[in-house]
């Protein structure tokens, strides 16, 4: 059900707009207020699931009977350079390019050592701007992003953060435990919409760690069962 949303939803690509507006709005108003002297503005996100969608991925999944996240078929998908940019996401940044706002690009991916060229040349074949070695960072060894937020921090008044998974906002959201990860978004339930835009990601993401204590359980009857009773954690039962 997840992947057949992802593929045909009107809902899901609305979704991205209503984030993308909401990304503009903040901006705008970041506009308004900036005076001479201030540090300058920038956006920082997330690559896949927020910017660039991997739609055909999960296809290729599904026509050959996978049930769960593949990640040796992800690192030979990802040099095929079949993303598609999120719908409103070029509108977007090209909008910030316009108006002096800069975007920083920081993504966790691990395709060996190439990684970095291939999130390069497909930021690139899909013309979304700032793609440099300042803007573009990618982390192959860890998935805390906050070094890098932090450094940009530091320079730049950070307007907002876009991501799909709540790790790309805060590292504090990294725990294993459900119902602590909820915990922790309600603590910063203001935040949502304007500091932190959330994309939406029904197929992966560290929701899924937070089930199986790995963001890529392998495909096995066992982690079936793991999600059954998690799609079961609420349930009705009939007397
Ligand atoms: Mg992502």
């Given at each position: 059900?997840?992947?057949?949303w992802k593929?045909?939803?009107?809902?899901?690509?609305a979704l991205y707009?209503?984030?993308?507006n909401?990304?503009?709005?903040?901006v705008d108003?970041?506009?308004a207020?900036h005076?001479?002297?201030?540090?300058?503005l920038?956006?920082?996100?997330?690559i896949?699931?927020?910017?660039?969608?991997p739609?055909?991925?999960?296809?290729?999944?599904?026509?050959?009977n996978?049930?769960?996240?593949?990640?040796a078929?992800?690192d030979?998908w990802?040099p095929?350079y079949k993303m598609?940019?999120?719908?409103?996401?070029l509108?977007f940044?090209?909008?910030?390019?316009e108006?002096?706002?800069?975007v920083f690009y920081?993504s966790?991916?691990d395709?060996?050592?190439?990684?970095?060229e291939?999130a390069?040349?497909?930021?690139n074949?899909?013309?979304?701007?700032?793609i440099?070695?300042?803007?573009?960072?990618?982390n192959?060894?860890?998935?805390?992003k906050?070094i890098r937020?932090?450094e940009i921090a530091?320079?730049?008044?950070?307007?907002?953060?876009?991501?799909?998974n709540?790790n790309?906002?805060?590292?504090?959201?990294?725990?294993?435990?459900?119902?602590?990860?909820t915990?922790?978004?309600?603590q910063?339930?203001?935040l949502y919409?304007?500091?932190?835009?959330?994309?939406?990601?029904?197929?992966?993401?560290?929701?899924?760690r937070?089930?199986f204590?790995?963001s890529?359980p392998?495909?096995?009857?066992?982690n079936?069962?793991?999600w059954?009773?998690?799609?079961?954690?609420?349930?009705?039962?009939?007397k």
């Amino acid at each position: 059900m997840a992947v057949a949303w992802k593929q045909t939803a009107a809902e899901y690509k609305a979704l991205y707009h209503q984030a993308y507006n909401m990304a503009r709005l903040q901006v705008d108003l970041a506009l308004a207020y900036h005076r001479p002297g201030d540090k300058p503005l920038a956006i920082i996100t997330d690559i896949d699931d927020t910017i660039i969608l991997p739609i055909n991925y999960w296809g290729y999944l599904i026509n050959n009977n996978k049930d769960f996240f593949d990640d040796a078929i992800w690192d030979k998908w990802i040099p095929q350079y079949k993303m598609v940019a999120s719908p409103g996401a070029l509108e977007f940044f090209q909008y910030c390019k316009e108006k002096g706002v800069e975007v920083f690009y920081v993504s966790n991916r691990d395709q060996g050592p190439n990684t970095y060229e291939y999130a390069m040349t497909q930021l690139n074949k899909l013309n979304f701007p700032y793609i440099d070695n300042s803007h573009l960072t990618v982390n192959r060894e860890t998935s805390n992003k906050e070094i890098r937020q932090n450094e940009i921090a530091q320079k730049y008044n950070v307007i907002s953060y876009l991501g799909d998974n709540l790790n790309d906002f805060r590292r504090v959201y990294y725990v294993k435990d459900v119902d602590e990860r909820t915990k922790l978004m309600e603590q910063d339930k203001d935040l949502y919409g304007s500091k932190f835009i959330l994309m939406p990601n029904p197929t992966d993401g560290h929701w899924i760690r937070a089930i199986f204590g790995d963001s890529e359980p392998p495909a096995t009857d066992q982690n079936r069962a793991i999600w059954k009773k998690a799609a079961a954690r609420s349930a009705w039962e009939q007397k």
